[in-house]
């Protein structure tokens, strides 16, 4: 093949299709970002699993989907939100944990189900917060993509930040 053979895969057919496959994607990712709490939660484990390859989307269609940046930049409040909310609750269980443990003199601590409820509160932390990084570092990905226009000239292929131009 020479240099003149165009690929399928770099052919307009194919760049739209992709920019139809992303606006489906933005669509479903609006939907999942109106839900609330756990589902939001999910939504964000669904982001975050990597199933969706977003640092492929080009900068033209982050560009042209806002509501995905929007979708994906709730889902990361979100799980900001709640690994915020756990993470005190561990700190004010330390606390407590701590006095009862001084008071009992190393004991072992005697209400149980309180220290089930703390353990399960070190789970969910430690999960919201590999999440919300997992999550925040798509974002930060997207918006960048967002942010900058690419350059149509014949001498150069290199993206430009927006306010450069």
């Not at 199933?51 to 709730?74: N, Q, T, W, Y």
């Not at 601590?109 to 220290?115: G, L, Q, V, W």
């Not at 918006?143 to 430009?160: F, G, I, L, P």
Request: with cysteine.
């Amino acid at each position: 093949m020479d240099d003149d053979t165009v690929h399928i895969s770099d052919s307009e057919e194919a760049q739209a299709a992709t920019t139809r496959l992303v606006k489906v994607i933005e669509t479903w990712a609006m939907k999942e970002s109106q839900k609330s709490d756990y589902e939001l939660s999910a939504f964000g484990a669904a982001l975050a699993s990597g199933i969706v390859a977003f640092h492929e989307i080009s900068a033209k269609d982050c560009r042209s989907c806002p509501g995905l940046m929007s979708a994906v930049s709730r889902a990361q409040k979100h799980l900001t939100r709640q690994h915020q909310q756990f993470d005190s609750e561990i700190d004010k269980m330390h606390l407590k944990f701590a006095q009862e443990m001084e008071e009992l003199d190393l004991k072992i601590i005697r209400d149980r189900k309180e220290f089930k409820n703390y353990l399960s509160s070190l789970l969910f932390a430690e999960e919201y917060n590999k999440l919300r990084k997992s999550v925040g570092a798509l974002f930060e990905k997207l918006d960048a993509k967002a942010n900058y226009r690419e350059e149509t000239s014949q001498t150069s292929s290199e993206a430009v930040p927006a306010s450069a131009q």
